[in-house]
């Protein structure tokens, strides 16, 4: 943080702020010294990663093909993190921009959503809501269609940085086959919701799950639909940076990879608490404030901003949909503004998990002793996850 500080203070120098500074790439703009200490925190991660699952897949189970793909998508987010380090000081933007893309897209587009998919259909295994043999067919499945897609897919960063025409070509169509798999995940939310009125116990589980759903929501919204808005080479064209790359960026950064770190969090929590029973009026608070928190700041803001800068990129030009001059007009200003009521309802929600999290340390967040006979007896006993 330091270095970044000093970097855009410009008192870094050029050398040394490419090694400890800030180097300009959005999401690899670390200095080269902290992304090498990244990569190196990337495979220890792996290997505790490795280290817990390595009993597992040893022993001869029916889990076992889930838990290699597992492993298979943990290797692959640490290994790709290393084409940020295949450009220099002094490379040439295009290819830095090249590689670049390698980590930022393969990762969310390409490996996370395997990682994810994995992730979920086991746990949902674990929980005895589906049989192994169907999930791990159906994780194959989508593992195949989303790396179909993206691999090339990655190519739509690259439309206009100097690439040969038939690269767009291969980009604009197999980034547009990416929203196949995305249309079929918002169908699962639909079947995790079923999944949670299945049995009684699973009440207990009811918010991570949730968690879970709103995964499936925001890939469906957020990457499906907002991606593709600013995809076809023609949209770009005309788009590229403007507010509705933010649009998309947050609803499907946050929704689909915020959720599921929070939904991972809180299946980790749970199993913490034994079989305590959660008292969980803050954490629903959480949920929809946080999601409709992120639905106010795309729809009161930045999703306008974003069409009233479209509108003028193909009117005038995009010089002028990023210029001063047409930003800093009032109506603009107000809708920035704007932003403050999504955020805050946004904000909110993600104190109120806090207050959750801290309850289940200090006891606040647990139903007391008495009151949790009467729930036991309407909640069957849930499984030891
Ligand atoms: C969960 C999955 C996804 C995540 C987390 C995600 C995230 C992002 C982010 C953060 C950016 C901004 C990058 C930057 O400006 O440096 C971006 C750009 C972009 N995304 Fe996605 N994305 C996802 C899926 C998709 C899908 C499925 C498509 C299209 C089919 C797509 C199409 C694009 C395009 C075309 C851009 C470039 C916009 C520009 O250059 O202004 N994304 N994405
Ligand atoms: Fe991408």
Same mark, same amino acid.
């Given at each position: 943080m330091f270095g970044q500080w000093m970097a855009v203070q410009q008192k870094l120098g050029l050398s040394m702020n490419f090694w400890f500074g800030h180097q300009g790439y959005e999401y690899v703009d670390l200095g080269r010294f902290w992304q090498i200490f990244l990569f190196v925190g990337l495979f220890v991660w792996l290997a505790l990663m490795g280290r817990a699952m390595w009993p597992a897949i040893k022993k001869p189970s029916e889990n076992r093909n889930l838990l290699v793909l597992f492993l298979i998508s943990s290797f692959a987010i640490a290994s790709f993190? =290393?084409? =940020?380090?295949?450009? =220099? $000081?002094? %490379?040439n933007l295009a290819i830095a921009e090249y590689w670049r893309w390698w980590v930022v897209h393969l990762w969310v587009e390409g490996f996370f959503e395997v990682f994810a998919t994995v992730v979920i259909a086991f746990i949902f295994t674990q929980l005895g809501l589906l049989r192994v043999a169907t999930a791990t067919k159906a994780a194959l499945f989508s593992t195949v269609i989303f790396l179909g897609g993206g691999i090339l897919g990655t190519f739509h960063h690259l439309y206009f940085t100097g690439t040969p025409t038939a690269i767009l070509a291969l980009g604009a169509s197999f980034s547009a086959l990416e929203v196949v798999p995305l249309v079929l995940i918002g169908f699962e939310a639909y079947e995790n919701l079923a999944l949670i009125s299945a $049995? %009684?116990?699973m009440a207990n589980y009811r918010w991570p799950i949730y968690f879970f759903v709103a995964v499936a929501f925001w890939n469906f919204v957020g990457a499906g639909l907002f991606g593709f808005l600013i995809n076809p080479p023609i949209a770009l064209y005309y788009m590229q940076g403007l507010n509705t790359t933010p649009v998309h960026g947050h609803a499907a950064l946050f929704g689909v990879y915020g959720m599921l770190g929070i939904g991972l969090m809180l299946f980790c929590l749970k199993g913490l608490s034994e079989q305590r029973v959660w008292k969980t009026g803050s954490l629903k608070f959480a949920f929809w404030s946080i999601n409709i928190g992120l639905v106010l700041m795309i729809v009161l803001s930045i999703l306008p901003i974003g069409v009233a800068q479209t509108w003028a990129s193909v009117e005038k030009g995009m010089w002028f949909a990023r210029s001063a001059e047409f930003m800093q007009q009032p109506f603009l200003a107000n809708l920035r503004w704007m932003r403050a009521i999504g955020d805050t309802v946004f904000a909110s929600g993600v104190l109120s998990l806090g207050w959750f999290i801290l309850g289940l340390k200090t006891g606040h967040s647990f139903v007391s002793n008495i009151e949790e006979n009467d729930v036991e007896e309407e909640l069957e006993v849930s499984p030891n996850v």
């Amino acid at each position: 943080m330091f270095g970044q500080w000093m970097a855009v203070q410009q008192k870094l120098g050029l050398s040394m702020n490419f090694w400890f500074g800030h180097q300009g790439y959005e999401y690899v703009d670390l200095g080269r010294f902290w992304q090498i200490f990244l990569f190196v925190g990337l495979f220890v991660w792996l290997a505790l990663m490795g280290r817990a699952m390595w009993p597992a897949i040893k022993k001869p189970s029916e889990n076992r093909n889930l838990l290699v793909l597992f492993l298979i998508s943990s290797f692959a987010i640490a290994s790709f993190y =290393g084409a =940020g380090l295949m450009w =220099g $000081r002094q %490379t040439n933007l295009a290819i830095a921009e090249y590689w670049r893309w390698w980590v930022v897209h393969l990762w969310v587009e390409g490996f996370f959503e395997v990682f994810a998919t994995v992730v979920i259909a086991f746990i949902f295994t674990q929980l005895g809501l589906l049989r192994v043999a169907t999930a791990t067919k159906a994780a194959l499945f989508s593992t195949v269609i989303f790396l179909g897609g993206g691999i090339l897919g990655t190519f739509h960063h690259l439309y206009f940085t100097g690439t040969p025409t038939a690269i767009l070509a291969l980009g604009a169509s197999f980034s547009a086959l990416e929203v196949v798999p995305l249309v079929l995940i918002g169908f699962e939310a639909y079947e995790n919701l079923a999944l949670i009125s299945a $049995r %009684t116990w699973m009440a207990n589980y009811r918010w991570p799950i949730y968690f879970f759903v709103a995964v499936a929501f925001w890939n469906f919204v957020g990457a499906g639909l907002f991606g593709f808005l600013i995809n076809p080479p023609i949209a770009l064209y005309y788009m590229q940076g403007l507010n509705t790359t933010p649009v998309h960026g947050h609803a499907a950064l946050f929704g689909v990879y915020g959720m599921l770190g929070i939904g991972l969090m809180l299946f980790c929590l749970k199993g913490l608490s034994e079989q305590r029973v959660w008292k969980t009026g803050s954490l629903k608070f959480a949920f929809w404030s946080i999601n409709i928190g992120l639905v106010l700041m795309i729809v009161l803001s930045i999703l306008p901003i974003g069409v009233a800068q479209t509108w003028a990129s193909v009117e005038k030009g995009m010089w002028f949909a990023r210029s001063a001059e047409f930003m800093q007009q009032p109506f603009l200003a107000n809708l920035r503004w704007m932003r403050a009521i999504g955020d805050t309802v946004f904000a909110s929600g993600v104190l109120s998990l806090g207050w959750f999290i801290l309850g289940l340390k200090t006891g606040h967040s647990f139903v007391s002793n008495i009151e949790e006979n009467d729930v036991e007896e309407e909640l069957e006993v849930s499984p030891n996850v």
